[in-house]
Nanobody, 124 residues
Framework: QVELVESGGGSVQSGGSLRLSCAAS????????MGWFRQAPGKYREGVAA???????SIADSVKGRFTISQDKAKNTLYLDMNRLLPEDTAMYYC??????????????????WGQGTQVTVSS
């Protein structure tokens, strides 16, 4: 079991940037894949970016070239750097961890541990 706490959300104008952080605690020594997911009102939760236990990343096409996922294993922290934000990026962003193979990294149902979410709002 791993506990996840997100931070860094906020309100920005289109074209702006934000950095989300996800601090993990608990069973941090296990080989977990970790990822960022988002859910807008009335929409399904979707994968944004994730990284497997070996460091292989997977990025959704909708954010490729604008968002970057990284992690600091010494700090047990996962990051999502979001640049050139668009109004359609507005959503609640969630951090997740689980024992997930690289080809399923953007599938929300494969992740067992979730944070409480942090809101990102992008205005035009």
């Amino acid at each position: 079991q791993v506990e996840l706490v997100e931070s860094g959300g906020g309100s920005v104008q289109s074209g702006g940037s934000l950095r989300l952080s996800c601090a993990a605690s608990g069973d941090t020594h296990s080989r977990y894949s970790m990822g960022w997911f988002r859910q807008a009102p009335g929409k399904y939760r979707e994968g944004v970016a994730a990284i497997d236990a070996d460091g292989t990343p997977s990025i959704a096409d909708s954010v490729k070239g604008r968002f970057t996922i990284s992690q600091d294993k010494a700090k047990n922290t996962l990051y999502l750097d979001m640049n050139r934000l668009l109004p359609e990026d507005t959503a609640m962003y969630y951090c997740a961890a689980g024992r997930v193979e690289w080809w399923q990294l953007l599938v929300p149902s494969k992740f067992a541990n979730w944070g409480q979410g942090t809101q990102v709002t992008v205005s035009s």
